[in-house]
């Protein structure tokens, strides 16, 4: 059997999680248009016939202003000492950066094998692809291929830089999963998900979602309990929203989809508390799991 682990990195907000996702065929990630959605290394894993892949989706890097920042840069150059390949993503749209040098140099003194990956080509201009591409060339890396991972499109070039890349290896993984996160995480962040499609500027980074409890009962309910975590008072009324609404609306939307990962009816109860500054603090960071 072939295997190997392929790290996906790049800035804040250029798609990896979206492009992990589709590289899987499953939503192993959750996406946001905020930046800084991941806050953990994520495994989804390929499997296909004689062959298993393993991507590991990244927390965006980028310059740290908090003690939650350093971790997550940390842990992405921490994880690029167990992969096999690393696909760095760029975003079409949008100019190469400081950011994305600063990540181009640290994966060449790693000597890592990059792939780097040019997503958003169908919102891009043809020319803004092509200069990136150019741009990007530049830094003599393994290949370069340009996708749109929204619709799914260029992961089959993809694969076809990364499968010659795989050696004999191990089955890491049952053959029959796609993904190695606890049922609580993996409920935690779908909820995230949901409040930062709703949430507004700085707000989504100061939320931290736990759930403390995942019950079966006797009425074939799942009952699913969960603390959702800010950082001041003033925030705690935003996540409520005037007389409930937001927490209404996105519970509403949560439920939907734990419904359809448990299979089966949820009673979700969310509750809003303050954990001052936990984004600074070490010893918070510790206890919320990251
Ligand atoms: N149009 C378009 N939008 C995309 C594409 N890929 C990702 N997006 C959008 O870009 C935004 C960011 O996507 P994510 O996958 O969350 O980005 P990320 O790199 O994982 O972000 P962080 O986890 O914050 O580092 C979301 O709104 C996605 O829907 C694409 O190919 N085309
Ligand atoms: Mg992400």
Avoid at 47 to 52: G, S
Avoid at 179 to 204: C, G, H, N, T, V
Avoid at 238 to 252: A, D, E, F, P
Wanted: charged share 25%; hydrophobic share 40%.
């Amino acid at each position: 059997m072939r295997s190997g682990f392929i790290s996906v990195v790049g800035r804040p907000n250029v798609g990896k999680s979206t492009l992990v996702n589709a590289l899987v065929g499953e939503k192993v990630s959750i996406t946001s248009s905020r930046p800084q959605t991941t806050r953990n290394t994520i495994r989804g894993i390929l499997n296909k016939d004689d062959m298993q892949i393993v991507f590991v989706d990244t927390p965006g890097l980028h310059r740290p202003r908090t003690a939650l920042g350093n971790r997550l840069n940390r842990l992405v150059y921490g994880s690029l000492e167990e992969t096999d390949a690393v696909l760095f993503v760029l975003d079409a749209t949008q100019k190469i950066g400081p950011g994305d040098r600063l990540i181009a140099e640290r994966l060449l003194e790693a000597n890592a094998t990059t792939i780097v990956v040019v997503n958003k080509t169908d919102i891009a201009k043809e020319e803004q692809i092509l200069g990136q591409l150019s741009e990007a060339g530049e830094w003599d890396f393994a290949a370069y291929v340009p996708v749109a991972a929204l619709d799914a499109d260029g992961t089959d070039a993809i694969l076809g830089e990364v499968i010659p890349l795989l050696e004999e290896g191990p089955q890491f993984f049952p053959s029959d999963v796609h993904m190695d996160q606890p049922e609580k995480i993996y409920a935690a962040e779908l909820i995230r998900e949901k409040f930062l499609s709703r949430l507004r500027e700085e707000l989504p980074h100061s939320l931290a979602i736990v759930v403390d409890e995942i019950e079966p009962r006797d009425s074939g309910v799942t009952y699913v309990g969960v603390s959702a975590y800010v950082e001041r008072k003033s925030q705690k009324g935003i996540v409520i929203g005037k007389g409930g609404s937001l927490l209404k609306t996105v519970g509403s939307e949560a439920r939907t989809e734990l419904e359809r990962f448990f299979g089966g009816a949820v009673f979700l109860d969310i509750r809003v508390k303050i954990q001052e500054d936990w984004q600074h603090r070490d010893e918070v960071l510790d206890r919320l799991g990251f």
